[in-house]
């Protein structure tokens, strides 16, 4: 066992472990939020709605993305194997 900072390579196949979820998840969310959002106030379609409704579901999206999918995402990472290493957290 090696330790001690990731290449180049290994920063890529971590960073790319977390986007892809990340953004997944953030799209689903978005677009849940959105028809959630028309669902309850289906008058929104028929005007141009102001901008705090507009910036509502992004903002409830990103706490929600922040404070509850990111730590489990994290997580994720931390159990997976890739090839040829694995993330590990040493505490000091």
């Known amino acids: ?13 971590i960073g790319w472990g977390l986007l892809w979820r990340m953004i997944s998840v953030f799209l689903l969310l978005m677009i849940a939020a959105n028809g959630s959002l028309l669902g309850l106030l289906p008058e929104l379609t028929r005007a141009s709605p102001p901008l705090w409704i507009t910036l509502l579901p992004f903002a409830a999206v990103m706490i929600i993305c922040t ?4 730590p489990v995402l994290v997580q994720i990472v931390f159990r997976t194997s890739f090839r040829g290493f694995r ?4 505490r000091d």
Request: charged share 25%; net charge positive; proline share 5%.
């Open 1 to 13: 066992m090696v330790e001690g900072r990731p290449t180049y390579r290994e920063s890529l196949q």
């Open 67 to 70: 404070f509850a999918v990111m």
């Open 87 to 90: 993330v590990r957290l040493i």
